[in-house]
């Protein structure tokens, strides 16, 4: 089954513990994307990538790193979690870029930080 | 700066009737999107318009753009109970890369309106 993959689904953490959220797909999408979600800010992205090795920011990238070191795999890193990164994380792809086709969306990933 | 709005926030109405949401943006686009998003979980695309399309169907989902109005609209007709969820629209925008060359990676969503269809 096509699927974007996310894990793990909920996730209560402190402040400062670093942490890793995996992403996969099996679509052979060469674009993968981060977002979080919001109560009336609605969807912002955080990063993308465009192909491995190949990453760029998005609208709200600070706190949060990401690699592509397969094609399958986007994990997002947070090195030192705060209180306001607590919030629903969605990791999206696609083939090509946005210009072209729809994004697929993984289950999201709750993040609550203390 | 929001790029996708959409217009009404929340939307009730009764089985059977047609709902519409509006969607506007500031900048060029290339093409727009519908989501739709049941609560707490992730989003599914619905359609897809291009910057040289006017209308387009799919089912009971209706789309028009108006680029020179920046907006679109998203018309779901003969609701039922299972509509209920909340749709997005969705932008993409181009971007110059490091290297000055252009690529499309940046996809913007509104703040969705949230749709309730009452048996």
């Known amino acids: 089954e096509a699927q974007v993959t996310q894990n793990p689904r909920y996730l209560i953490t402190v402040t400062g513990k670093k942490l890793t959220v995996t992403c996969s797909q099996n679509m052979n999408h060469e674009y993968m994307s981060w977002y979080r979600q919001d109560p009336g800010l609605g969807l912002r992205q955080i990063y993308y990538s465009m192909n491995v090795e190949v990453t760029d920011k998005g609208d709200v990238p600070e706190g949060y790193k990401v690699s592509r070191k397969e094609k399958r795999n986007f994990p997002l890193i947070l090195e030192s979690p705060s209180p306001n990164q607590t919030s629903l994380y969605f990791c999206a792809s696609s083939f090509l870029g946005t210009g072209y086709n729809e994004q697929f969306f993984g289950p999201g990933t709750r993040l609550t930080v203390l | 700066s929001q790029q996708g709005e959409e217009d009404p926030q929340a939307l009730s109405i009764q089985e059977g009737e047609n709902a519409t949401m509006n969607c506007s943006y500031k900048?060029?686009?290339?093409?727009l999107q519908w989501y739709r998003q049941n609560s707490g979980r992730g989003l599914v695309h619905l359609i897809l318009?291009?910057?040289?399309?006017r209308e387009k169907h799919s089912g009971r989902l209706r789309v028009t753009l108006d680029t020179s109005k920046k907006s679109s609209s998203l018309l779901i007709t003969a609701s039922r109970a299972a509509d209920t969820a909340s749709y997005f629209c969705?932008?993409?925008?181009?971007?110059?890369?490091?290297?000055?060359?252009?690529?499309?990676?940046?996809?913007?969503f509104g703040q969705g309106t949230i749709l309730t269809v009452h048996p």
């Open positions: 900048t060029s686009i290339n093409n």
């Open positions: 969705a932008t993409d925008a181009q971007l110059v890369n490091n290297a000055g060359g252009t690529s499309y990676g940046k996809l913007t």
């Open positions: 318009i291009r910057s040289n399309e």
